[in-house]
């Protein structure tokens, strides 16, 4: 007898088997059927090849797997039934688990999470999101399925530079937008080719001064108002400033025309750079949004944007709209192939924004987040009267005003409430205190509003009022 090869697949199933050693093919078999059968990888129930095909695939003859078969049902391994094939018997056969390694239980989660900046996964739009990615496969050029182009996809250049120009006041041809994954990569890349020292407003995301710092550009604090950043105080030395003028994160209000002039005025006169975090742009909702500061001057402002907010973060799709000097140096900083975004995502979001599906989502969370900021004040103004609410003119969240020294224990309080909430603190710049511009701290919660279902948002107001410090709830 010829000896039989040390591994073979039986590829009939959707669960490989593999056959090891040498002696009688029918054997064989027979072993590694009821392995598979014992471990759990061939579930009860499940069909098996017949015979003739998984014969044919194994290069065994007809007779050899059709008396495994038949072996193996009298062994109550196997079931067969005229018309039904052979199938793992039903039966419960000693199954021997597989080890596998114990997962760590997840600490316990909130029960309602009001932690700013997420949209509400469940509102993506996936009925016209799939529609725009037929379309778009479809119409794809064969260079998308090759290596991609830093740039990124012209279609999509060309379909944001054409929405943005209409909808935020952006002035700029397709050739100065290079896409990124979203704002914290843009971030990345201007670091790496502007350098440092950079200004940033004094209360701003700590992840992205992290970021900064992480590739050598420290940042200096700029004091924030009720007409956002105070730009008076940028020097000759800054290179550039971090600035998110259309709606101050997180303390909400947009950047004063005044200070808008100047601080283009500071980049004309010392060659640096105005870096425009849109965050929120597109969401204001007592009168038309904002135009972005890049309209004023194209050659000193760079408009960093993504659809994280109107659509998903998972789509890792964002812009940089550049002066005409940084295109070259970005695009050589991010490396000499497309390794971020998806061409195929590319792609359809370019058809998303070209068939007005874009237009429509964004006037549709609008809508949403108008509403669910309605609601807040509404609970707040029963609940809680002596609370000031700022910030609600734009975005996704807003500042409840707390009296000095209470925001840590409301932050635990609604811990106990089982509300994941954020402090105004924890956005603050650690350079702020003593700095010649920064006020001194504010205490205060950041609430953001859009993440809850439509269902649990009532509740999770409830939670956030009993959550609030004592004295100044009418509980």
């Known amino acids: 007898m010829n000896s039989w090869v040390n591994s073979a697949e039986i590829l009939g199933s959707d669960l490989p088997l593999e056959l090891s050693g040498t002696g009688n093919r029918r054997a064989l078999l027979m072993d590694a059927l009821r392995e598979a059968v014992r471990s759990g990888r061939l579930a009860p129930g499940t069909r098996l090849p017949p015979y003739r095909s998984l014969a044919a695939d194994l290069g065994l003859a007809r007779n050899t797997v059709a008396d495994a078969y038949a072996e193996l049902v009298a062994e109550g391994w196997l079931a067969a039934r005229q018309g039904s094939g052979t199938r793992v018997a039903e039966r419960a056969v000693p199954v021997t688990p597989v080890h596998q390694p114990r997962t760590p239980e997840r600490a316990a989660r909130p029960v309602h999470d009001l932690v700013q900046g997420q949209p509400d996964p469940s509102v993506f739009p996936r009925t016209a999101w799939l529609a725009s990615a037929r379309r778009a496969l479809a119409a794809a050029p064969d260079d998308a399925f090759g290596p991609g182009d830093p740039h990124g ?30 704002a914290a990569h843009g971030l990345r890349l ?65 950047l004063h025309p005044g200070r808008r002039a100047a601080v283009v005025d500071w980049a004309r006169a010392t060659g640096g750079l105005v870096v425009e975090d849109d965050y929120d742009g597109e969401f204001r909702y007592d009168r038309q949004p904002v135009g972005a500061v890049q309209g004023l001057d194209p050659e000193h402002v760079v408009l960093l944007g993504s659809v994280s907010k109107s659509l998903s973060p998972t789509l890792r799709i964002g812009w940089m709209v550049l002066p005409q000097r940084l295109v070259g140096p970005v695009v050589t900083a991010k490396g000499e192939r497309e390794q971020f975004s998806s061409a195929t995502e590319q792609l359809t ?40 609410v700022t910030g609600i003119a734009a975005g996704l969240h807003a500042v409840l005003e707390l009296p000095p020294g209470t925001e840590r224990s409301a932050v635990r309080a609604a811990a106990w409430q089982g509300l994941a909430v954020e402090g105004l603190a924890d956005y603050l710049h650690p350079g702020s205190e003593g700095a010649g511009q920064a006020d001194a701290p504010r205490d205060g919660l950041v609430v953001g509003y859009a993440t809850p279902a439509e269902s649990a948002y009532p509740e999770a107001l409830e939670a956030l009022c009993r959550a609030l410090p004592p004295g100044l709830s009418l509980l």
């Open 153 to 182: 996809r012209p279609e999509l250049r060309r379909a944001l530079a054409g929405y943005l120009a209409r909808v935020r006041g952006v002035r700029a041809a397709p050739e100065r937008v290079v896409l990124c994954s979203g």
């Open 190 to 254: 201007l670091a790496e080719v502007v350098g440092g020292p950079w200004a940033a407003e004094e209360y701003g995301l700590p992840f992205h001064r992290a970021l900064l710092a992480s590739h050598g550009v420290g940042t200096r604090p700029l004091g924030v108002d009720a007409d956002g950043a105070r730009v008076n105080g940028l020097t000759r030395r800054d290179r550039a400033v971090l600035l998110t003028p259309a709606h101050q994160f997180p303390t909400g209000g947009p």
């Open 349 to 388: 979001l370019a058809d998303f924004v070209g068939s007005g599906a874009y237009d429509r989502q964004v006037r549709r969370m609008r809508q949403r987040h108008r509403r669910r900021r309605d609601q807040l004040v509404a609970a707040l103004e029963r609940r809680a009267p002596h609370i000031r």
